[in-house]
């Protein structure tokens, strides 16, 4: 045992490496065994130790074929032999043995290691059903380097884009950056996958004949054991179809409101139309006007006036939006101006009170200024009317959870609970003038900007809190 041991220990094997390691005599009995070995099998040191090896194969075929396996390694000093060994439960387990020839003194024995490939089979075969499920997916995917050099491409990515593998492969996405894709979307999306392992959002790509290709992307940074980026995995969903199917049914809606948005438009002209015509005919009868009446008349057509430019310019907006353009504003800026224009105008404000908290920390961000200037008028235009004259209108911005956002805040009577699932869609109002199209398109403009509008209402208090979908840093 002491020679045996001594052997072991000169070759420094068995404790430090990670396959299975036993010295056997030529005839199959164990020996020694290491503590891989031990963990791999289940058995304990003294169930293995005296014991011949040929109790241990799993198929009897693999005892007899042993021994012409060991008549080759002591022959010519080494050899291979894969065999299927039998654990403690009972278990097959596939293993690659590679057999050295060592000497104990004047006997000779068995050096054997073994390394379990049905470990190595099954990880290979995950991975090959894994980068058939990535080649083979419906999902536009493709893996860059750390570097952002395509390693590879699945077959949706050729169908949807035109590139081939080939022609992809070496390149970088750039290839697919469109015009619609913002040095600022980058930089959003870049800090997001350094920082949280991933991106998700929409983009437009562009194919290699030009074609603009809308998706929702998902981005995710690949690391190794260590922890460290290695590369990077693309996967997309074509929204072309989809967004074709939302087109569609938005057109059929457009078509259902469009009767109701008739009825509206006519009534809503009908009504200043006539104010204006009867004024134009005083005017032109000829009949002389004492000051006091023509001050009446000329009242008339600059208020019906301005109520057919306002209605006709809320039912333009509503049926044609316009498309956001993006520059980087201050919030805080626009809502003073807009505070401005209505403290300079005696009439709108009577004697309601307006004050503003305007957060310093809010800085500009990239917004539609002229559109978010529309949606800041019309909440606080609603809260003067609700008003009637009096009590306190409140603006306040800020940021909350990496958003920016601003509040506007009435003490009027509350917005009427028959009302309030309804305020949003078009033609909904409690006005007796109006078109019912004002929170709808303040809606709609919100929401391009990626945010959202919430309401809280009681008597005596009414909050609109409006989120706009960029971080304001």
Request: neutral net charge.
């Amino acid at each position: 045992m002491v020679r045996r041991q001594n052997v072991v220990h000169e070759l420094d094997i068995f404790e430090l490496l990670p396959d299975w390691v036993w010295l056997r005599d030529p005839e199959g009995t164990v020996l020694d065994v290491n503590a891989a070995a031990l963990r791999g099998t289940g058995y304990d040191k003294g169930e293995l130790l005296g014991r011949s090896i040929s109790e241990f194969y799993y198929d009897p075929k693999d005892a007899a074929l042993d021994k012409a396996w060991i008549r080759r390694v002591l022959a010519a000093g080494s050899g291979d032999f894969p065999a299927t060994l039998r654990d403690k439960i009972g278990r097959p387990v596939a293993v690659e043995q590679k057999g050295r020839l060592v000497r104990l003194g004047a006997e000779r024995a068995v050096l054997v290691t073994a390394r379990d490939i049905g470990e190595q089979a099954r990880d290979r075969r995950l991975a090959l059903t894994l980068y058939e499920a990535f080649r083979r997916s419906n999902e536009v995917m493709f893996y860059c380097d750390r570097n952002g050099t395509i390693l590879d491409v699945n077959e949706a990515f050729s169908r949807h884009y035109g590139w081939s593998r080939e022609e992809a492969v070496g390149r970088t996405p750039r290839i697919l950056r469109s015009r619609h894709s913002s040095d600022e979307l980058y930089k959003r999306m870049w800090e997001a996958i350094l920082t949280k392992g991933h991106w998700r959002g929409e983009m437009i790509n562009k194919a290699k004949d030009g074609r603009e290709i809308p998706l929702v992307l998902t981005i995710t940074a690949v690391r190794d054991g260590a922890g460290e980026i290695v590369g990077y995995i693309s996967n997309a969903v074509d929204m072309t179809e989809h967004l074709a199917l939302q087109a569609r049914v938005a057109d059929s809606e457009a078509l259902a409101s469009l009767g109701e948005m008739a009825a509206v438009v006519a009534h809503e002209i009908r009504n200043p139309l006539s104010s204006i015509v009867m004024a134009a005919k005083e005017l032109a009868s000829g009949s002389e006007l004492n000051a006091e009446d023509r001050d009446v008349v000329m009242r008339v057509l600059r208020h019906e006036s301005q109520r057919l430019n306002e209605a006709l310019t809320n039912f333009l907006s509503f049926a044609r939006p316009r498309e956001l353009k993006l520059a980087r504003s201050d919030l805080n800026g626009l809502i003073e101006e807009t505070a401005r224009m209505i403290e300079s105008n005696a009439e709108l404000k009577a004697s309601t009170q307006i004050v503003l908290s305007l957060s310093k920390e809010l800085k500009p961000f990239p917004m539609d200024a002229d559109q978010l200037r529309q949606v800041v008028w019309n909440l606080m235009i609603n809260a003067l009317q609700a008003l009637a004259g009096g009590g306190k209108l409140s603006v306040r911005t800020g940021r909350s959870g990496g958003r920016a956002f601003f509040e506007v805040e009435d003490t009027g009577p509350g917005i009427p609970e028959a009302m309030r699932a309804s305020m949003f869609k078009p033609f909904q109002t409690t006005k007796q003038q109006g078109t019912g199209l004002g929170l709808a398109i303040a809606e709609r403009i919100v929401k391009a900007h990626g945010g959202a509008i919430f309401v809280e209402t009681r008597p005596g208090r009414t909050r609109f809190q409006v989120q706009l979908g960029f971080s304001g840093d």
